[in-house]
């Protein structure tokens, strides 16, 4: 590119950016051009919005009243310009509401008090959601006595104010401008008036309006604002005012209210729900990947009898033998056709044993009938029943001791002697990797929530994503447009919307963002938070325009190639995860906010001191920000696999052949897991020769010798559902959702090494 060009795209450039700008700035241009929202955030408790309405008015010649609360505006005839001012108070829901919508967020400091705990939750959370223009405003400067001590109370707050927002001065073009409204009621009806702002506003998509819901649009009319005029000659034709500009109504392909898909759609003659093709109970073996190794009735359970061949035969030679040798000579050797039967066991794959990537050395499980490399065992007697229920309660109480020291286990669990493992873990099944090993889908068919094959797949959520917001930018009202929306609402409904709180904006929704689907965002836990949160804990999250009480599965974050993840019971203070749930669907990277309610404390005990300490560290704000994420793609293919661990003792060790007691508590258990892998802590590999006796223990063989202080381990899995998601309102009790909870029977005893 020569020096000429270069100049020439420069210039380019700079022409495309200047028109750009002209046309945002159109919007607010001309005698019907749309007002400039400005919302006025007091961040300490002796500051009144009204007073800084009413200064602010006063500087620019306008002496209108300003209401104490709520949305006003007036027009600035120095400036020919119309202001929008919004005042929500110190809430901060109304706080977070304003400043999505505003043009310009003034925040409001005081000269005389300090920013409180409540001012500064909002800050963070206006951090944390976005904002666009930051104005910092000073109250009662002029009372700071002496006059030589203002500029340091300057020179202070703006020191604070920087840690939140370090380049105010900045202008920021963000998105997240949207309508900013009033509502009337009009008999039946309800019209929503206001001035379209960001993208186009098209009839066919529904309208969020607050906490009230999702709406059909019924007709989009324009609403001028009526200019009196002074001159009017004689001769001048009269305009008829009834006349109604309809600027927009819906067609056919207007979106629906459906959450869901319709069963009709699902299921037709050839089709029938989903069922296990064995029952739980009538199998044999545990499913290990895509397979149930030692089935009788499997044809891919035959084991290739090995050719025999002369000794240093290659495998490339070795493929053109037709059958065995018929040569009875002692040079022949046993040669599998198998490539990986030969491989070094020595190594252990990075991520441990624990995760499911043993070493692929490993002779293959299906080697039943293999000759055993060891000599005969002496006969096993079971202990006496009494002297085992001493030993292994003294076991567990060791492993309980070392698990305080060593929390290296947090997914280990102990089943109980009377618990048949092949009955309570019927939906668990192991891998040979997480990472890498194929999760076989038909298994969970059973086990999947009602709704979820009506949820909305979407199959490539980038290309869906660029053919969304490219049909948003065509047709629809423009940017700028005073007008009146008629929302389809039935009678019923607006008699109790009319006793609700009138929002401040309404957001235009893109296609199907009111359908369900799996929904995955990221989760970073404060690092103030006081505990470990626990999985399916009902919290608050704010997601763009939205409010939702979710019951959130916590899981790694990461991409893998069978996109299989390992769900995590706990999310540590400071630590990310990925939030799953059913909601409804959002296209782009919105910013995620989380919420708790503070929890009220009453005094219960006798001592007043500790009443006293109790309530001074109590908050006293409503909610509590626990966590900021971000949206993430949502998938309905994408498995939450639950790790559990079961470990053993060993009882005996003989070289590499190892007896294991206390993994199981009868015979049956251990041939129905007989195709997993074990390890060790201490990073050994091995199998599940055969059971020995009736109370579960069985022999291992191992590729190398145990310590005697070490522990056996397998690991198997379980695929979780998220679960739904509910609209949530100022005032709802999250401790009554359903799916708070998790009570499940108390089959097995869980460690507690968390």
Known sequence: MTKLDRRNQAKQKRVTHSAKLQEEGSVFAGREGAPRVIAVIPLCADVESREIVLDLNRSVEVEDEAPESGVWRTMIPRFKQRVQYLTPGRDLLDTLDACRVADFVLFVLSAEQDVDEMGEQMLRCIESQGVSTVITGVHNLNKIEPAKRRPDVLKSLKSFITHFFNAQEKVHDLSSRQESSNVRWEAEACIVTGVVRGKRLKADRLLQVGDWGDFQVDKIVAAPIAVNKKHTKADEMIVDDSAVDVLETPTAEQDDLDELAPEEALFDESMTMPTASIAASDRKHVLLDDHRYFDEDDPRDDIPVPKRLPRGTSKNQAAWYMGDVSDSGSDLEDVEDEDDAEMDIGELPAAGPAEGNFDAAQRDPTEAGAPSEYPQSEMFLDPAPEEEAEQLAAYRKQRREDAEDDREFPDEIELLPNVNAKERLARYRGLKSMRTSQWEMEEDRPYEPEEWSRLLEIADYKSAKARIMKESLMGGVRSGTRVDIHLRVSPERVKELHASAIPTAIFSLLRHEHKRTSLNTSITLSSDYPAPLKSKAPIILQCGPRRLLINPLFSQAGNTPNNVHKFDRYLHPGRTAVASFIGPVGWGSVPCLYFQPTATTSPTSQDAVADLATALTASSLPYTLIGT????????????????????????????????????????????????????KRGRQGWMREPLGTHGYFKATFDGKINPMDSVAVSLYKRMWPRSAVMWQPGMEIDKVEGGQDNAPELVETMDVE
């Open 629 to 680: 994420g971000t949206l993430l793609p949502p998938s309905t293919n994408r498995i939450i696999a639950k790790r559990i661990i079961l470990t053993g003792h060993p009882y005996k060790i003989h070289k590499k052949l190892v007896t294991v007691r206390y993994m199981f508590f009868n015979s049956d258990d251990v041939e129905y897991f007989k195709a997993l892998q074990l390890w060790t």
